[in-house]
């Protein structure tokens, strides 16, 4: 899992196809915004293969992927 909270963490992924994307989808979180803070206004993760079955700490969520009570938002 990779989370992507500031431009230079754009670096992880460099090289990978889905660089572009994940830069885009970046750019649309920030773009409206004149201050920019991750832990308000929200940040990017890609969650990779490996992930599904790890808990989730490092998002400060005591779940696994697979048990995430997600909420829609639109």
């Not at 990017?44 to 909420?71: C, Q």
């Amino acid at each position: 899992m990779k989370t992507f909270k500031s431009a230079s963490d754009l670096e992880q992924i460099r090289n990978a196809p889905l660089h572009a994307t994940v830069e885009s989808l970046f750019q649309s979180i920030v773009a409206d915004l004149p201050e920019y803070h991750p832990e308000d206004d929200g940040y990017l993760v890609l969650i990779e293969p490996g992930d599904v079955d790890r808990v989730l700490d490092d998002l400060d969520m005591p779940y696994r992927l697979a048990e995430v009570p997600f909420s829609k938002c639109w």
